[in-house]
Nanobody, 122 residues
Framework: QVQLVESGGGLVQAGGSLRLSCAAS????????MGWFRQAPGKEREFVAR????????YYADSVMGRFTLSRDNAKNTVYLQMNSLKRGDTAVYYC???????????????WGQGTQVTVSS
């Protein structure tokens, strides 16, 4: 069992930055691929980025490539999503998730956080 708690969301102007954190409970954090997803109002939840258990090269959605950076610290049981050059279209609730396989599919993730709101204003 893994419990995930996101933090770091908030209100930011377009062009600004935020860093989201996702803290995991339990001693098996390093056994999981970690992913970030987001859900904008009226839209389905979509993949943002994921990183393998060892912290290898992350994989990003095209919409955030070059602006977002995903990293993890297995010693701290935490994964980070650095978001730069934010756009209004990035406004969403952001969720972190833990899964067994590196994937952009939500179905491959077993544990989910409650989400953190990111709002980008013009």
């Amino acid at each position: 069992q893994v419990q995930l708690v996101e933090s770091g969301g908030g209100l930011v102007q377009a062009g600004g930055s935020l860093r989201l954190s996702c803290a995991a409970s339990g001693r098996t954090f390093s056994s999981y691929t970690m992913g970030w997803f987001r859900q904008a109002p009226g839209k389905e939840r979509e993949f943002v980025a994921r990183i393998t258990r060892s912290g290898g090269t992350p994989y990003y959605a095209d919409s955030v490539m070059g602006r977002f950076t995903l990293s993890r610290d297995n010693a701290k049981n935490t994964v980070y999503l650095q978001m730069n050059s934010l756009k209004r279209g990035d406004t969403a609730v952001y969720y972190c998730a833990a899964g067994r396989c590196p994937s952009r599919s939500q179905n491959e993730y077993d544990y989910w956080g409650q989400g953190t709101q990111v709002t980008v204003s013009s």
